[in-house]
């Protein structure tokens, strides 16, 4: 850094810039070496820590060295497996919330996942549990005519795909029905 700071023409002078590009040299090697050795150990099967390989990928990739690829192989493979690992639980599980994670988690992976047709069945079982539910607190809040009660139903089945085309009619009604008492207020 300090020889940096001396002028181009002055550490020309002084025999700087021979020290300076070599000091660049070294550092480069240094910093490959430790993004290499990083990303060794985080390819380590012995205890598989998907975000560890990633950040060290990243470093990685920057100067290209030949594991790389089977990096981002393994990566790929390790985020696929904690993916079906966490749709298996959440169906199993049968809980809204972790199927919603799960398939969010699984759908945010930038290839198909190993097991496509354990996300449908995930995404199936989501919507056989979520459906009634939305339903059922549409009707509560049209029965009592609250605003409040009328709004987060009504915003809670419309980001909910299924219930809009599988119930489309209560969830235009209460719309219509959370208009109107907005009008009145």
């Known amino acids: 850094g300090a020889a940096e700071a001396v002028p181009a023409d002055a550490a020309a002078e002084a025999g700087f810039h021979d020290a300076l590009v070599a000091a660049r040299e070294c550092l480069r090697e240094v910093q490959e070496q430790a ?7 985080a390819m380590s099967p012995a205890k598989p820590e998907p975000l560890a390989l990633e950040r060290a990928i990243r470093k990685a990739e920057r100067f ?7 990096a981002k192989d393994l990566l790929r493979d390790w985020q696929d497996a904690a993916a079906m690992s966490a749709l298996r639980s959440a169906k199993d599980a049968r809980d809204v ?7 969010r988690g699984a759908g945010a992976l930038k290839r198909t996942i190993s097991d496509p047709e354990l996300l449908q069945e995930a995404t199936r079982d989501l919507e056989s549990l979520q459906l009634p ?14 605003v409040d009660a009328l709004t987060a139903a009504v915003l809670d089945s419309a980001q909910f795909e299924p219930m809009v085309a599988k119930r489309k009619q ?3 009604e209460a719309s219509e029905r959370l208009r109107e008492l907005v009008i009145e207020a």
Request: negative net charge.
């Open 170 to 172: 209560i969830v235009e």
């Open 35 to 41: 993004a290499v050795n990083e990303l060794d150990a």
């Open 64 to 70: 290209g060295p030949p594991r790389l690829s089977k």
């Open 133 to 146: 539910i939305l339903e059922a607190a549409l009707e509560a809040a049209l029965a009592s005519d609250k």
């Open 97 to 103: 919330r972790s199927l919603e994670r799960a398939i």
